[in-house]
């Protein structure tokens, strides 16, 4: 379904083509843009219509396009690579997916323009191994654009050869991190290094590397076709283009939608996201995946483009965006992405290896009504120096989820250690379910569904529930006719 | 190479090009902490810049970067000193301490133990986030040194030295999250591996999760260290050799211009002949066909009147000696002359050829 | 060594033949390793798969005592193909017109054959070589203990000099010595030809030189050499014998043949640490310090000279071995009393030309020095022969190959070749009382094939006889796929079934070392 907010470049033919059909890729104009580029174009003028494009890379970390080639263009070697990252590690995030096994050639042919611009003549997808379907697609695709002259040695009769191999990663989501992607290809651990060197000067194999995202490349035949100032047209003053954003968590219409840059948070949730389900209240969203940050009801106006969002303490990340409502507790909401994050550290370096375990177990305390007003204080101090101290982006980026939730829900926050209460009443430990005396009229059957038995009272009278034995189940709320019971 | 001026703390600094802030500070006598830094490791991008106490503040950089493996750019001013970077520096002693042992009282390493100097330069007593820690088994498969992985800090020299330059890659890191940690193959212990016990990881560790075994108790405080050339093949390693009590009680590789800091088995752990019950401790004679004590004196004196005798009744070339490729080579030069000018003769010989 | 150990990092290729270096020459086996993960090409020419085989680009799995034919077929297939450095011969060598007529018709087809590898191996080892701008060649007694010893040396100064690889940084002929100071020992003049410094002892200009120095009458009559010796006392011919810090009732060829002879010299002195094998046959033992126990100074592998420092007091009433020696020379008459080792080495340098500029004041400052070292401010050599070589031009020695000495035949059907294992050193002298090392490595065994083993019959660990025309021993069977199935290897290292006791005693015509890396044995099961 499309609407007049989304506008779609990265994801243009995905759904409208045959996947599997190189013809039917080539009937949209497919690998029309790798042909203008040998025909028409020097190597430094694909470069100089990416910068022009003001195309940023759309992994997350938003580096121009077009200066990254520059870079890898500008040292000599024998041997340079184009990278395809499509390991997308993001709980709840399909974009690349969506664009891999809906429109593969787009990133062929991306991959090899990205090739001629900086002289160099392999790529390689990294792959996450659990995408088996974008795997079969992709190796089809690979073989029909060799089979056509599209890909492999002399490609469309010029001298320029390319060839593109898959490379499987195993789901660790800081293969994603540059660095730790090309420590994997290599077979190495996949831990990141300290940069510099980057890539572009001495990455795979120690060879300069560009290394793309997928919905990066998805951007770059269009952009080639219609050229940079129909690109730059698009979007705000730092950010062009659009950006594909998976929509999930509590909206009505879940799922991949692509909006231009600029485009505000209500116009998301509201128009393309059709609102919260139930009437509920927004409460907050959480971009940038698990080491984004929060964004709430005061965002909503704000623009979205890689500025904005991080001058609001999160970030554009590759696209997730999960929807939280009134029944979420930012407490909680922190918690579940530090699980995360503490499991998929690489371990490398102290801050992240240890510091997302402690922030973790802080949480946790603070969840089970444990915690205290020096815990909000160790936190913060805890998560600015790790953001300052750790080795790469995911270390740097773990505590936003923190950052961000106590700086908008501070209060939250005090009333789990002060009035040890939980708003939203998430946190099992700090709920107290109770009978309401004036409502309550004796029916038995919150004692009945109890499975611990602590809800006494006869017939006809108002029922008790034994706080001591009460485990917090909620089965007596869900149960009663008569809202006789709360929680709080 | 171009050079590169800097300020470091205020100072000026000019370095070449492609030198770390680690090597500019020293130059100037600042001294920015280090742990995992690995002295043999002398391009800084292979530094593994894992532990991150290095880390100084360089002005319009959003982060803090570690000293050990930061190249120095023109124009670069570093704070090594402010509030902001003593407090990471803190943070990250906090977050090790966290996860280790306090049993220094007892535990071989102290008085050499990184954590345990760090910890008292920055006054560190406890932590301050106290949690969960992990628990690993001692691993004692190794003849010669045991691991406990309870103390390791994850600084990563052993898995560099073993990996980078023993070649050997015995140990890698294994697991993800809060559990990484060096592991063998299929995280067995040490003896199911392809270690060959060179104990070089031993001597690099700066905790006290590899650890020497040792026949002798000692604190790091009560031996002395004198450095030598080892005496097993020819490549002629450096060492310190470490003694208590007039017995040397362990080895620690030095920085040679042919073993660059490593060492093999015998080298690092092939000492304990020195004292050995079994040395021979006095001269012994033949009498009546069986080997008894003797002195000096009547040794030397039986010596010379031989060889005289010899020289005498047989000739000089009646004489020979066997000089050793083990000894000196004050030993040899004499031992040669002993020959020559006092046996008279040529017939000295040694074993190079076997 | 020509070049010096750290070089290797920098080479363009590294031909390893006769060495295991990850065993005999960890550290440098270490570094080896290090420089293939750099980009160094690695070839490796072994009888056995050693471990820097799997680090190999190409590895030559060669028929013991045939290495001669290896290096001859790889010059012969550079020069067919263009490959040598003709600038270097023609201006830097000489002979080379010989070198080319003798390899005229020794295709590498021809090598293949005697080699038991493939031709196409030779030849890709020959480009990778040849090919590299800077090789260096490592070889050791895999080398050299062969009858044809000296000449197989020669024939690998002939490959370097063809690819113009002597007298460049990281390239040069290294070989790697067996023991700490095989190299100072041999400058010293522990040689029964040459005084310190390859002096020779028939000069008689050099001949003055030391009798001034030493104030005594010395002789110009070149030596007996270590199997000489032997051999004449086993005749009873030598009636005093002084044997420092060696073991040849563990490491000389035919034991029983030692045995014999040590027990027919009429005084047998020994000076060791230890009472080892030797010292029990010994008339007179002299206890001697261990290196912790005394200041010297060791001359490594790559010629360079360090420090030997005192750690501790020597143990009981024994002493410096210099100490020892310094006044057994008082008694013979020659009075010179030294202090300190320090003053020993004040004497070396003034009779030994390559030591001249070497003191212990500069090796304190510099950690060491490489000789040749002429005066106080030469900064010592790190590669030899830079320029030009020491002869003026390199001398180009073609030799043919010849079979080795013994060669398997119907009741000795296998080759036999030995070597050294990581975990000992020589004779175990020292690294036997070490529990652990001892542990990791308790006794002596014969390596051979699984199919040999399966046509013997005999299993991993299995107790066989190993025997030779010298004599038979027992020793455990470690089955293996590391050798072809017609040779079996045995370490040197131990007294109980030692190797030894069935090595060949013929000897290299020039070098005097005997054949240890090639003897025909038989194996049966016990």
């Not at chain 1, 969002?309 to 696209?319: D, E, N, P």
């Not at chain 1, 270390?395 to 009333?415: H, I, K």
């Not at chain 2, 697991?175 to 995280?187: E, I, K, Q, S, W």
Request: proline share 4%.
């Amino acid at each position: 379904m499309v609407d007049k907010n989304q506008l779609r470049i990265a994801t243009r033919n995905t759904g409208f083509i045959d996947p599997e059909s190189v013809e039917s890729y080539i009937a949209v104009g497919g690998y029309q843009a790798l042909g203008k580029c040998l025909a028409e174009m020097k190597p430094a003028d694909v470069i100089d219509l990416m910068k022009n494009s003001g195309l940023r890379g759309r992994g997350g970390a938003g580096f121009p396009t077009g200066v990254k080639w520059g870079f890898a263009a500008k040292y000599a070697s024998d041997t340079k690579y184009v990278v395809c990252n499509a390991d997308e590690g993001d709980p709840g995030a399909f974009m690349d997916r969506a664009v891999l096994e809906g429109d593969p050639h787009n990133v062929l042919e991306a991959m090899a323009i990205g090739g001629y611009a900086i002289g160099g003549n392999k790529g390689t997808i990294y792959i996450r191994a659990e995408y088996p379907l974008a795997i079969a697609r992709l190796k089809l695709a690979i073989q029909q654009a060799k089979d056509m002259g599209l890909l492999g040695d002399n490609i469309m009769g010029t001298d320029f050869s390319f060839d593109i191999e898959l490379k499987y990663g195993a789901g660790a989501f800081v293969c994603g991190e540059e660095t730790a992607l090309i420590a994997s290809m290599e077979g190495n651990r996949g831990e990141p290094y300290t940069k510099p060197p980057f890539p572009a000067e001495a990455g795979y194999w120690d060879k300069p590397t560009i290394v793309n995202n997928v919905e990066t490349l998805a951007n770059i035949p269009a952009i080639i076709m219609k050229g940079a100032d129909w690109f730059s047209g698009i979007g705000t003053e730092t950010s062009k283009g659009t950006k594909v954003f998976c929509i999930c968590g509590k909206i009505n219409n879940v799922g991949l939608i692509e909006v231009p840059m600029g485009t505000s948070l209500k116009t998301v949730i509201y128009d393309v996201g059709g609102g919260i389900p139930d009437g509920k209240e927004f409460k907050a969203v959480q971009t940038g995946g698990p080491s984004g940050g929060a964004l709430t009801y005061k965002d909503l106006d704000a623009p979205i483009d890689y500025e904005n969002l991080v001058a609001r303490q999160s970030m554009m990340g590759s696209g997730g965006m999960i929807v939280m409502d009134e029944d979420d507790c930012m407490v909680a909401v922190a918690k579940f992405f530090l699980d995360f994050t503490m499991d998929e550290t690489c371990g490398k370096c102290t801050p992240c290896r240890i510091g997302s375990k402690r922030i973790y177990e802080i949480l946790d305390k603070i969840t089970i009504g444990q915690g205290t007003e020096a815990d909000l204080e160790k936190l913060r101090s805890l998560s600015h120096n790790i953001k300052d101290t750790a080795l790469c982006g995911l270390g740097q980026t773990m505590p936003n989820p923190v950052l961000s939730t106590m700086r908008v829900f501070e209060d939250e926050y005090r009333a789990h250690v002060i009035d040890k209460k939980c708003p939203a009443g998430v946190c099992a430990d700090l709920l107290e379910f109770t009978v309401v005396e004036e409502k309550c009229v004796g029916c038995t059957l919150c004692a009945r569904v109890c499975p611990v038995n602590c809800i006494s009272g006869k017939p006809k009278e108002v029922h008790v529930i034994d706080q001591a034995a009460c485990i917090k189940c909620g089965a007596c709320l869900d149960k009663c006719k008569f809202d006789a019971i709360i929680k709080q | 190479m171009s050079m590169l001026t800097i300020t470091i703390d205020g100072q000026a600094v000019e370095m070449p090009a492609g030198s770390t802030i680690l090597a500019a500070a020293k130059k100037v006598g600042i001294d920015i902490p280090t742990l995992c830094q690995l002295d043999m490791e002398k391009q800084f991008n292979q530094q593994s810049a894992a532990c991150r106490i290095c880390v100084v503040e360089i002005e319009k950089r959003r982060n803090l970067a570690p000293a050990c493996a930061t190249s120095i750019m023109d124009g670069m001013v570093i704070k090594t000193d402010s509030q902001r970077v003593i407090e990471a520096r803190k943070t990250v002693l906090h977050l090790m301490l966290s996860d280790h042992p306090l049993d220094c009282l007892t535990c071989e390493k102290a008085g050499a133990c990184k954590l345990q100097d760090l910890c008292y330069q920055y006054g560190i007593e406890v932590s301050d986030y106290p949690g969960l820690r992990n628990d690993y088994p001692l691993d004692a498969s190794n003849e010669f040194y045991t691991r406990d992985l309870n103390k390791c800090v994850a600084c990563r020299r052993c898995v560099q030295v073993c990996t980078n330059f023993q070649s050997t890659k015995a140990i890698a890191f294994g697991d993800r999250g809060f559990t990484t940690h060096p592991v063998a193959p299929f995280d067995k212990g040490m003896s199911d591996s392809t270690c060959v016990s060179c104990g070089n990881c031993v001597s690099v560790c700066p905790v006290g999760a590899l650890l020497s075994k040792s026949k002798e108790k000692f604190r790091s405080w009560e031996v002395s260290k004198v450095k030598t050339t080892c005496s097993y093949c020819g490549v002629g390693c450096q060492m310190n050799l470490l003694a208590k009590e007039n017995k040397v009680v362990g080895v620690e590789p030095m920085d040679g211009a042919s073993n660059s800091s490593l060492l093999c088995v015998k080298g690092k752990y092939g000492f304990n002949f020195i004292n050995h019950p079994d040395r021979l401790k006095t001269p012994l004679i033949r009498k009546n066909g069986e080997l008894v004590e003797a002195t000096w004196d009547e040794a030397y004196g039986l010596i010379a009147d031989k060889v005289k005798a010899t020289k005498a009744e047989y000739g000089n070339d009646a004489l020979a000696g066997l000089t050793s490729a083990r000894v000196t080579n004050e030993e040899n030069y004499l031992f040669q002359k002993l020959v020559r000018a006092g046996f008279g003769t040529n017939n000295v010989d040694h074993c190079a050829r076997l | 060594m020509t070049n010096s150990i750290d070089e290797l990092m920098d080479s363009g290729a590294i031909f390893i033949t006769g060495s295991n270096t990850t065993e005999g020459h960890p550290v440098i086996g270490a570094k080896i390793r290090r420089a293939k993960a750099k980009g160094t090409k690695i070839i490796v020419a072994e009888p056995r798969k050693i471990e820097l085989a799997a680090d190999a680009d190409v590895f030559l799995q060669i028929t013991p005592g045939t290495n001669i034919a290896l290096y001859n077929g790889m010059m012969s297939y550079i020069i067919s193909e263009g490959l040598q450095a003709a600038e270097y011969i023609k201006e830097r060598t000489e002979n080379y017109d010989e070198l080319v007529a003798t390899l005229a018709d020794f295709t590498p087809e021809k090598a293949a054959e005697i080699c038991g590898v493939s031709a196409e191996d030779i030849k890709s080892a020959a480009r990778m070589y040849a090919q590299a701008p800077k090789a260096a060649i490592v070889y050791a007694m895999g080398v050299t203990q062969h009858t044809t010893g000296t000449e197989g040396v020669m024939t690998l100064s002939n490959l370097a000099l063809l690819c113009g690889n002597i007298g460049i940084e990281s390239g040069g002929i290294n070989p790697l010595r067996g023991q700490n100071n095989v190299q100072g020992a041999c400058d010293m003049g522990g040689l029964p030809g040459t005084y310190p410094a390859y002096q020779s002892v028939a000069n008689p200009e050099i001949k003055a030189k030391f009798e001034k120095a030493w104030g005594v009458e010395l002789s110009d009559k070149v030596g007996l050499t270590l199997t000489e010796i032997v051999h004449k006392a086993g005749h009873g011919d030598i009636k005093v014998l002084y044997i420092m810090g060696e073991n040849p009732m563990v490491s000389d060829p035919d034991l029983h043949h030692v045995e014999e002879a040590l027990k027919n010299t009429e005084f047998l002195i020994v000076q060791d640490i230890f009472l080892t094998e030797t010292a029990q046959l010994a008339d007179v033992v002299l206890p001697a310090a261990s290196f912790a126990e005394k200041d010297g100074t060791f001359s490594n592998t790559e010629r360079r000279v360090q420090r030997v420092r005192k750690a501790i007091k020597p143990v009981g009433n024994c002493k410096p071995d210099w100490q020892i020696l310094m006044d057994l020379l008082n008694k013979l008459g020659i009075e010179k009393r030294y202090a300190s080792a320090e003053e020993v080495f004040n004497e070396i340098t003034t009779v030994t030309p390559s030591y001249g500029g070497i003191s212990y004041e500069r090796l304190e400052e510099l950690g060491s020095l490489q000789w040749p070292c002429p005066t106080p401010d030469h900064a010592g050599t790190k590669f030899l022969h830079s320029g030009k070589v020491a002869r003026g031009l390199g001398l180009f020695k073609p030799a043919v190959y010849k079979p080795s000495a013994e060669l398997p035949d119907a009741d000795y059907p296998y080759i036999m070749t030995t070597g050294r294992v990581l975990y000992h050193y020589h004779t175990r002298t020292m690294t036997g009382k070490v529990d652990g090392l001892n542990k990791l490595s308790p006794a002596s065994f014969v390596e051979i094939n699984p199919a040999l083993a399966e046509k013997l019959g005999v299993t991993d660990g299995e107790m066989v006889a190993v025997s030779t025309r010298r004599g038979q021993i027992e020793v455990a069977a470690k089955v293996t796929a590391k050798l072809k199935e017609n040779v079996i290897f045995m370490p040197f290292h131990f007294a109980v079934g030692a190797a030894n006791v069935l090595t060949n005693t013929a000897l290299d015509p020039i070098a005097k070392i005997p054949e240890y890396k090639v003897c025909a044995a038989s194996v049966k099961k016990i």
